[in-house]
């Protein structure tokens, strides 16, 4: 199932930190997204606590995607006239 979403982007954001209770450890998340290879990030928008850093972290993952892919060579293509 990851092999698809490997060429994508994607960084695993946490919601509603600002709670006592929580329904999901952050360690257990964290250990997930490194199993993933994907960044974690724990935001809370009633108090705007890692928003930011969520955007800026999927701006930085976007980026790295695509300097991936223009270090890859582009085929050589043929012209057509039809």
Request: charged letters at 30%; one cysteine or more.
């Amino acid at each position: 199932m990851w092999v698809f979403f490997a060429q994508v982007p994607m960084v695993l954001v946490g919601n509603k930190c600002d709670l006592a209770q929580r329904v999901v450890e952050s360690r257990a998340v964290a250990e997930a997204s490194r199993a993933y290879g994907i960044p974690f990030v724990e935001t809370s928008a009633k108090t705007r606590m890692g928003v930011d850093d969520a955007f800026y972290t999927l701006v930085r993952e976007i980026r790295k995607h695509k300097e991936k892919q223009s270090v890859k060579p582009r085929k050589k293509r043929k012209c057509t006239i039809l």
